[in-house]
């Protein structure tokens, strides 16, 4: 039965941990990507969508990196960032947060970048003396925090650390003085220039990569003062990211951080900010995925690879005996790649969603047949909407998912005025919406494509196309047509 087999997890780094083999039988590399190029010399920062496999790449690479002994750690600041915490960093600055209302002010105002090198350290020196490595640095850096300690604790409003006397002569063997302190407070500057030098002191020999995932946030369910402070703390951690990796590397020391991050989160922090620019064009890789025509594309092999597997620890099923490989709607028929190319957006996540919803909706089938696939495109295409949705909400908030699905009446519209007039003009009544930033949003991140009615041809942002042609007519993707009652 279907609802025995397992197809990999939405969530990578939850099917990497619990299911070890698995994700390695079935990692495939995307070309776009040369792994060995993620290193504090080279390029440190990993660009792609929602879905596209970012933090499987980099699971991959510490699964990689263990083997060849080195440490490592992952840091989600999605769910390692607990409110508690965001009131703690905020509360170290001088500025109010209510007063603040044009986002490019606060990002002229806002500075974490001390906090989040503090942060950073405390997390290698976790790293380093669970492996038993402790020093005068792991000792200085985890202080008296315990194990429940939120993230910024030990951070004090007057942006200082409260240090006893045992840290006081830690700091002295360093060169620096801090005896007559006031209050046995000393500045955050003070304090991580002390971290700098116990780390250069005491781990030359010593290997890690820092991973830090999930640097996201939407507009769906927070407050207009935390999207900014949000979106200031990620800003901050590419420029601490690209700080301490000059630092390990001009020092010889094996460290890196790697991070990675969603294109709509960088070009809203870009946007604010044109100075972060140059880190991300001269620090980043794009992760993608080519699907053209091609008859056994890498998003294809993915596929068969979870399917293949998905015993685990039993023999490896023979793919074309176990999945029909045609599918047919009405008089036109898909060979099973086909179907797949056109009904997903080129990512990993789309493969799993799909698989997932066929067990899903069919536990008790013995194979994937055609049946089985048509049965689960309603909660395919349900999950896809989703997905495609946060990512839109980013920049144009919660109310664009009702108002498309009630808008939107048929897979294609033969002219651009004809979509503005019925889909577009619906958010008139939403001032806060910016239609034409919807329009290409909307492009960016698949809900809409190009349609050439006379050669019947489609042009989609995730097969390479950069911009939205309003000279030719629209296409609904078809992976949501389900969703939108219109297939």
Request: aromatic share 12%.
């Amino acid at each position: 039965m279907l609802s025995d087999h397992y197809f990999g997890d939405v969530e990578a780094i939850d099917e990497g941990r619990n299911h070890s083999e698995y994700f390695d039988s079935t990692f495939i590399a995307p070309s776009s990507l040369a792994l060995s190029s993620l290193n504090n010399r080279n390029k440190y920062i990993v660009v792609g969508r929602k879905g596209s496999g970012k933090t499987a790449v980099q699971f991959h690479l510490a699964r990689e990196v263990e083997r060849r002994g080195y440490l490592h750690h992952f840091f989600s600041f999605y769910n390692d960032l607990t409110p508690q915490d965001l009131n703690s960093a905020a509360s170290t600055q001088k500025i109010d947060l209510v007063q603040v209302s044009n986002p490019k002010n606060l990002f002229l105002n806002y500075d974490f970048r001390l906090v989040w090198e503090r942060t950073f350290f405390v997390k290698l020196a976790e790293v380093l003396s669970g492996a038993g490595l402790k020093s005068a640095f792991t000792s200085f850096a985890i202080g008296e925090r315990s194990r429940l300690s939120g993230l910024f604790d030990g951070i004090l409003k007057t942006a200082s650390v409260k240090i006893s006397a045992e840290y006081v002569g830690i700091a002295a063997e360093v060169g620096f003085d801090f005896s007559k302190m006031s209050n046995d407070e000393v500045s955050l500057s003070q304090y991580c220039a002390v971290l700098r030098e116990l780390f250069k002191r005491h781990h030359t020999v010593e290997r890690a990569f820092l991973f830090v995932d999930e640097l996201v946030f939407s507009k769906v369910d927070k407050k207009a003062d935390e999207i900014r402070v949000r979106a200031a703390m990620v800003r901050d951690i590419f420029r601490v990211a690209r700080d301490l990796n000059n630092f390990f590397h001009q020092n010889d020391l094996d460290f890196h951080i790697i991070t990675s991050v969603r294109p709509e989160i960088r070009d809203l922090i870009c946007e604010s900010d044109a100075e972060i620019n140059k880190i991300f064009d001269g620090k980043s890789v794009l992760l993608s995925w080519d699907m053209g025509l091609e008859s056994d594309s890498l998003l294809f092999r993915l596929f068969k690879q979870k399917v293949i597997h998905s015993r685990q620890r039993l023999a490896p099923l023979s793919f074309s005996d176990f999945v029909d490989q045609s599918i047919s709607f009405g008089k036109r028929s898909y060979s099973l790649e086909e179907f797949i190319r056109i009904n997903t957006w080129s990512r990993p996540r789309d493969v799993v969603q799909l698989l997932n919803a066929i067990s899903f909706k069919s536990p008790n089938a013995e194979r994937i047949g055609v049946n089985q696939v048509k049965q689960a495109l309603n909660e395919f295409s349900r999950r896809s909407f989703v997905e495609v949705t946060e990512e839109i909400s980013v920049r144009h908030g919660s109310l664009v998912a009702a108002t498309l699905r009630a808008s939107i009446k048929k897979p294609r519209y033969t002219y651009f005025d004809e979509f503005k007039r019925e889909v577009l003009n619906a958010f008139a009544s939403k001032p806060e919406i910016d239609r034409e930033l919807l329009l290409d949003d909307l492009f960016q991140f698949g809900v809409i494509g190009n349609w050439n009615k006379q050669d019947s041809r489609f042009y989609w942002a995730h097969r390479g196309e950069e911009f939205f042609d309003k000279t030719q007519g629209v296409a609904i993707h078809e992976g949501l047509w389900n969703y939108f009652n219109i297939r």
